[in-house]
């Protein structure tokens, strides 16, 4: 009896055991909450190179934007994460919730290479833009033309193409532009929301992730979807007669920020790895890669990495972007007027 | 088997507090969220706000009418086949009973993938329709009800089969040559004998295509996506997109709810039936 008591308990701590990690106590750790995208890389460029710099742990939380923010307002009293990455909405979120501080950027010698939209988005001092991405149309060229968002939705297109869900990162801007090519560009995006309801029957799908869109593009099941060109690569490479539309009302986009979270016991070191993350030396080995967009004007890349990038100062200024108070303001009514009028 | 009562509850001790600290607990919190008045106290207002949504309202039934549809017509499929299969030379029928296995040991993303490739429009489904001259252009079938339809029977119907070979198996062998020397038609012989001997193999197979169908998320995200949403998506869209976890939690209540109705409904027909059979 006490052998199987013995065994039974011994189990239970083997299990409880393995899920702890040891944490040296002296050594100083720094808490992040990044996307969960391309984290080898990160780990190679900018996670690992930093930890040698700083003599300090690096731990990283990854997940999708609501659901890091929803644990940094569950820890508000007693932060985990010492800087976080998110977009311009969620920094404007998280900063009227109370959840961060000011970014001192006279700290950061980084600061002043940065495209002037980058250096504020929100124009509170709360953030720090790290990368920025331009939406607009890939498109089939032998089979349509497009030259403007509301080209998307004429008959003999509209059952060819697939529009992101209103729930996507790619979803609000989308319906922006098309808004602005409509004349009927009001912040509750109405009217774009209608129109995309009157041909939602032939609409093929809106989709929730972009990494489906290339499959369906091979398949010929769409011949159009606007996109953000973070994904464009895989399109490119398919051997198809994709390409990227420049629609007279312009592209959109979006931009993705750092920020520090308030009563972060870490701080001076948080602004240590922003600094180091906006470095030119970080930032070229990321676009490099075609991971992140520069947001540092001094990267320099080859003509091909750019094109599968949203680079360069021009580009940059033209990206027409949803405001974030905006956005805020009106998330919840898109959703709604958008399960009123597509979603079912 | 065992000497004593503490020596089995000391072996069944670890599991029971996994299960209790990693399931039980986190459930109950989840549904308690769902019922929980943000002002303090309790209230059923997060249902009867879910329940007054008209999306909510479509999506709930559409999840309940793709649920029954699979289950009833994997049940008419699956008694074919199992009737089939049980009929057949013991060692035939262990191979064939592997093929219907087969499905199940390959992940759910690969086979609804796969569907997004015969199904689409330029798919073998459509070719052979056009070649056959049933329709001229190809027709569209994904992103729609039929085409969740379609995933989820290859999804659950190998479970039904299952349920009805084992049920089959255990019926008396003489039971449907008897039937049938007493002038039963073969409609009479499946209503009045086969289905009362394997209602069990039916209540079980019906209930694990049934809860299957209400709770896959792969099959409806990929085939349906948010053009044709169900509970599940639904659910994941709450969490992951609006971050409403009372929402969600609503969801998840009902969810759990109908997999038990839908038992204890099979059951009660089945018992119903006896009822009827022993009165008769």
Known sequence: MKKVVFASGAVLMLTLGSAQTPVLAQEKTLTISVYALAQDEYKQIVYDPFEKICGCKLVVETGNSVERLAKMEANKANPVVDLAAVSMADALAASRAGLIDKIDTAKLQSFDKLYDIAKDPNGDGMSVGYTFYATSIAYRSDKMKIESWADLLKPEYASHIAWPNVTTNQGPPALYMLGQALGKDTPDLKGAIEAVGESKDDIVTFYEKSSQLVQLMKQEEIWAAPIGRFTWAPFAKLGLPVAWAMPKEGQTGGMNVMILTKGSKNRDLALQFMDFWLSTEVQTKLAEKMIDSPANRQVKVSDEVAGNLTYGEETAKSLKLIPSAVALDNRAGWVKSWNETVGQ | ?280
Not at chain 2, 151 to 175: R, T, V, Y
Not at chain 2, 184 to 190: E, H, K, L, Y
């Open chain 2, 1 to 280: 088997m065992f000497q004593n009562r503490a020596e089995a509850l000391a072996l069944a001790l670890p599991a029971a507090i996994f299960a209790a600290a990693v399931f039980l607990v986190p459930v109950i919190i989840l549904l308690s969220d769902g019922f929980r008045d943000p002002v303090g106290g309790w209230t059923i207002s997060a249902y009867t706000d879910f329940f007054s949504n008209s999306l909510n309202q479509t999506v709930f039934l559409r999840t309940l009418r793709l649920g029954a549809i699979v289950t009833v017509v994997s049940a008419v499929i699956g008694y074919a086949a199992a009737f089939a299969i049980v009929s057949l030379e013991p060692a035939t029928k262990g191979k064939i009973t592997g093929l219907v296995v087969l499905p199940l040991m390959i992940s759910p993303v690969a086979r609804t993938y796969a569907w997004i490739v015969i199904l689409g429009r330029t798919g073998i489904v459509n070719q052979a329709f056009q070649a056959l001259g049933i329709t001229d252009a190809p027709l569209r079938i994904l992103f729609s009800e039929t085409a969740i339809f379609i995933g989820l029977l290859q999804l659950f119907l190998p479970l039904m089969i299952i349920s009805l070979i084992s049920a089959l198996e255990n019926m008396p062998k003489d039971a449907i040559p008897a039937a049938r020397v007493l002038g039963a038609n073969w409609f009479q012989v499946f209503w009045k004998v086969v289905l009362p001997l394997t209602k069990e193999g039916l209540v079980i197979g019906g209930t694990l295509v049934f809860t299957g169908s209400l709770t896959a998320y792969i099959t409806p995200a990929i085939l349906g996506g948010s053009k044709v949403l169900m509970l599940e998506t639904l659910m994941y869209q709450q969490v992951s997109v609006s971050g409403n976890f009372v929402a969600a939690s609503v969801i998840a209540f009902i969810l759990i709810v109908m997999s038990f109705a839908a038992n204890i409904l099979l059951k009660r027909v089945a018992t119903a039936r006896n009822k009827v059979r022993s009165q008769g």
